[in-house]
């Protein structure tokens, strides 16, 4: 078993080594490890939570949101890319995203699973705490499965379905998993205890050379300053391997930039090469069922709570207040749409109500476990304006044709939730607006010690995360398009696109 297994909470007081008093104690001697029962249950609910949401959610919230020619041709996209990603993530996305490899990208050390066996196991946040291998596998495949299939929202009605695949298929490995491993990849937390009683782990977390070397020169230390030294610099070792942007301190409970920023940015990429609808601003694009499209809204909002709280790992009062977070932030945001569309338009529409509802969602997901409720409905509401000035405002002046908002909802919501997390995660508020902080693995007191705040440096590791996931989604969507143009083409013909996608396509129709 590997204790630097899978993790995702960035631990930013140990990034440069720094803040180690003395060694934590180690009374447990790490005992042959088991897995925890309850945190496995909960995990394998959340995966099958986040199942629901992307098929069938996710393909009925976009199926009634087009026109009713190119149904079928939406929920086949999300069907489709939800199959081969989950076939893709085994082969090799797994071991790409979470295995040692480099800063920016893992290794090809689990390809196909190898090693992967039902008594191998991952460590959560928490010390001496595990659950399967297979059930972490198995929760990561369905983000890395939904992850693309957001993106099919902003060129729906007219990309070709074998240039939808092959695009998805370099994204996915140059976009997502980069992105996935420089947010999520760490040592995880046993790593952070030097100890002779903790020989094996140490071993696992540096190599079996630098742990007899840490160890002695630990053991040969005359006073705590001495001490101080050696933890910081096996910190320091220990850290070498993490993520880029886990090593930068920035802060994504669940996706905010790996998912969201990802898969909007890409979406805008998209939009724009493949130009505008025909008959765009001249025939009706309405929504062909809206009925249709709030039932996915509903199975979307039911399914973040696999998203959101199982990120976590673990089953706990954090888990519960995961699911807070993620209701008020979608509730909040759901309100301000609403009284934003009420105020310019003098009418709140459902199709806002529902909008707001999943901008809420996208905001607090980066946020979700980071802050209290109250910070919740501030990024919530705050969202929902963001997004409904985004998506009538932004999209208009631009000019840019996102048939169903992807880059407004989920690129905008997604870096307003990333940069509002540095500012709510702060520890030193109270009552409902206290933000959970960062936690120091090497506390001498404690493992769940919370690390100092300071507003400037979470804004600048926040920044650091939402430029590198906008620009390397930009680049790699630019050229996956180019490639799809050159190859197989990237947008069907004149006449396929006004008959619609569904009969062109795929020689079927969904309603008769």
């Not at 369905?142 to 074998?162: H, W």
């Not at 009538?392 to 919501?413: E, M, Q, R, S, T």
Request: hydrophobic content about 55%.
């Amino acid at each position: 078993m590997s204790l630097k297994d899978t993790l995702k909470r960035p631990v930013t007081a140990l990034a440069g080594g720094a803040l180690l008093a003395a060694l934590l104690p180690a009374t447990n001697a790490f005992a042959a490890a088991s897995v925890n029962k309850g945190d496995t249950t909960w995990m394998l609910v959340a995966t099958a939570l986040v199942v629901f949401m992307t098929v069938p959610g996710l393909a009925m919230f976009y199926g009634g949101l087009v026109r009713s020619k190119n149904v079928l041709s939406v929920l086949m996209q999300v069907f489709v890319i939800f199959s081969l990603l989950a076939v893709l993530w085994v082969i090799y996305g797994y071991s790409l995203a979470f295995t040692n490899g480099n800063a920016f990208i893992g290794g090809f050390d689990k390809a196909f699973l190898n090693g992967v066996t039902i008594s191998t196991m991952a460590a959560t946040f928490s010390k001496e705490t595990y659950i399967p291998e297979f059930a972490y596998l198995a929760f990561q495949l369905t983000f890395a499965a939904i992850t693309p299939a957001l993106i099919v929202g902003a060129f729906a009605e007219r990309m070709k379905f074998s240039a939808v695949l092959i695009f998805m298929v370099i994204w996915f490995t140059f976009s997502y998993l980069p992105m996935a491993h420089m947010v999520w990849w760490w040592a995880g937390p046993d790593c952070f205890t030097l100890s002779p009683d903790a020989i094996d782990t140490v071993k696992a977390c540096v190599g079996e050379a630098a742990a007899t070397d840490f160890l002695a020169k630990l053991a040969a230390a005359a006073d705590d300053a001495a001490k101080a030294t050696v933890l910081a610099d096996y910190a320091s070792a220990v850290n070498a391997a993490n993520g880029f942007l886990f090593n930068k301190g920035a802060l994504d409970f669940a996706g905010g930039s790996v998912v969201h920023i990802n898969a909007g940015v890409a979406g805008l990429v998209c939009a724009i090469m493949l130009g505008k609808r025909l008959g765009l601003g001249k025939e009706s694009m309405a929504p062909h069922n809206l009925t249709v499209a709030g039932i996915g809204t509903g199975m979307l909002l039911l399914g973040w709570f696999g998203f959101n709280a199982g990120s976590n790992l673990e089953s706990n009062g954090l888990t519960a207040l995961v699911i807070v977070n993620t209701i008020l932030g979608a509730a909040a945001a759901t309100l301000t749409w609403c009284l934003g569309e009420w105020v310019t338009r003098r009418h709140a529409s459902f199709l806002g109500a529902a909008s707001g509802m999943v901008a809420g969602l996208v905001a607090i997901t980066p946020a979700c476990g980071w802050v209290g409720p109250m910070s919740a409905i501030v990024i919530g509401a705050l969202a929902g304006i963001i997004c409904l000035f985004a998506v009538v405002w932004l999209k208009a002046k631009l000019g840019y044709d996102d048939a169903l908002d992807v880059f407004g909802v989920h690129g905008i919501g997604g870096i307003a939730g990333a940069l509002l997390t540095g500012i709510f995660v702060n520890p030193n508020w109270s009552g409902g607006w206290q933000g959970m902080g960062v936690t120091d693995y090497l506390a001498t007191d404690t493992s769940t010690k919370i690390a100092e705040y300071s507003l400037g440096t979470q804004m600048t590791a926040q920044i650091y995360g939402v430029v590198i996931a906008v620009v390397l989604s930009a680049v790699v969507s630019f050229v996956a398009c180019l490639i799809c143009k050159y190859t197989v083409g990237l947008r069907v013909e004149e006449q396929d696109e006004r008959q619609g996608l569904d009969i062109t396509s795929h020689n079927e129709r969904a309603y008769n």
